[in-house]
């Protein structure tokens, strides 16, 4: 019966992964769209599974790996199948046009930058800052691409003009997963407004993701998030450094 508690919290990361599957599935077969929002889903449940299985004492190596899987699969595949998911043509069945093949590098590069992300994570022992992330953490990654991709859609932007932003933008997030940057952890509130700035747009965030509605603004709190992050990063770094 004690083994159950750890039931739970798995069956929560299994259903974020499943809601990776379904993403990149809509992603390949012509609906980025629907695509994105399933990532975003996936950003809902993510630190569901962790708080569940610290409050139900349920913690464990098998939970970490599971977690981490699940994570690749909703955070780095899917967001990467959303590049081929704008390029999908339903009346042809191509996957991609001549024009975009070079297009294709910069997902690779989003997807090998989330899995070294994840893989440092599961090998450190000892946080290097304690209470901030080292790398922009691979949930909030996936939430920016799917943003712009929902934005894009929202106002009714031409995706083939719009392949070298997301490409770019696939390029440079990828590199700030495995970069040296300090972002805060959810509950670092070091500051009035930092933990104002979490627990608003948090709300904020859950209730405009179950409406499926202003995807500009989900784009923003994650953007605002990783500048705001990396500022309070940076400014806590050389705080240590002086001491």
């Excluded at 809902?44 to 599974?49: A, T």
């Excluded at 805060?184 to 904020?204: D, E």
């Amino acid at each position: 019966m004690q083994k159950l508690r750890y039931l739970p919290p798995n069956l929560i990361t299994l259903f974020s992964l499943t809601l990776g599957l379904l993403a990149i599935h809509f992603a390949l077969h012509g609906n980025p769209e629907e695509a994105a929002w399933f990532i975003l889903y996936s950003v809902l449940l993510d630190k569901l599974d962790g708080a569940l299985a610290r409050y139900l004492n349920a913690q464990s190596d098998m939970g970490v790996q599971l977690d981490s899987f699940a994570d690749f699969v909703a955070f780095g595949i899917a967001p990467g199948c959303l590049l081929y998911g704008e390029l999908y043509n339903p009346q042809t069945g191509a996957s991609f046009t001549s024009s975009f093949e070079w297009i294709h590098l910069t997902a690779l590069v989003y997807i090998f930058g989330c899995v070294l992300r994840l893989a440092r994570f599961n090998i450190v022992e000892e946080e290097s800052l304690p209470g901030f992330f080292q790398g922009l953490p691979s949930t909030q990654a996936g939430g920016i691409i799917a943003g712009f991709v929902l934005v894009a859609h929202a106002h009714n932007i031409d995706m083939q003009g719009a392949m070298n932003p997301l490409g770019i933008m696939l390029v440079v997030v990828g590199f700030l997963m495995v970069s040296p940057i300090y972002v805060p952890k959810f509950g670092n509130t070091r500051t009035a407004f930092w933990k104002w700035f979490q627990i608003s747009n948090v709300a904020i965030f859950y209730t405009l993701v179950g409406l499926r509605e202003f995807p500009e603004y989900l784009l923003f709190i994650g953007v605002a998030y990783l500048f705001t992050g990396v500022y309070i990063g940076a400014q806590r770094s050389r705080e240590l450094r002086k001491t």
